[in-house]
């Protein structure tokens, strides 16, 4: 039984980028924190389905969709050694917890955004997933 999954958590995770997915890369090239922004209990298979947003120190491109940290942010999450730092909201891993090759058992969380960060992030991501990207991890 994995453990409970939080929005807002920032956890390690090699994250895998929609560019390296469509060139047909399978495995994330670095851990990396990750935000949490969906963590659902399925009714039907009683899994934890998990939508996974990278951290990143790059500034977005123009055409990405991203929030800026705040420091105090930052410091709430674990990555107080970043500068500066972006979540990225217009693509996403989709990913099941009991069922990730990435994963771990009792993996350690980072740190949480603030419900006041995380609202931000997550209304972002709700309008950035229309056309948005889903890279599955399942495989």
């Known amino acids: 039984m994995s453990r ?3 929005p807002g958590e ?5 994250y895998l980028w929609s560019w390296q997915d469509e060139r047909g890369e399978t495995e994330g090239r670095k851990d990396r924190p990750t935000c949490v922004v969906v963590a659902v209990r399925g009714a039907s298979d009683g899994l934890t389905h998990l939508a996974l947003l990278a951290i990143t120190t790059q500034p977005p ?4 969709i991203a929030l800026e940290v705040p420091a105090i942010e930052c410091r709430r999450a674990g990555l107080g050694d970043l500068k500066q730092c972006w979540v990225v ?4 891993n989709y990913d099941i917890a009991e069922r990730s090759w990435y994963i771990e058992p009792g993996g ?7 419900k006041a960060f995380l609202m931000k992030i997550a209304s972002a991501f709700a309008g ?7 890279v599955s991890r399942l495989d």
């Open 4 to 6: 409970e999954y939080l």
């Open 10 to 14: 920032v956890i390690i995770y090699p």
């Open 61 to 64: 491109q123009a055409d990405r």
């Open 89 to 92: 909201v217009d693509e996403y």
């Open 108 to 114: 350690k969380t980072l740190g949480r955004f603030s």
């Open 128 to 134: 950035a997933r229309t056309s948005g990207r889903r």
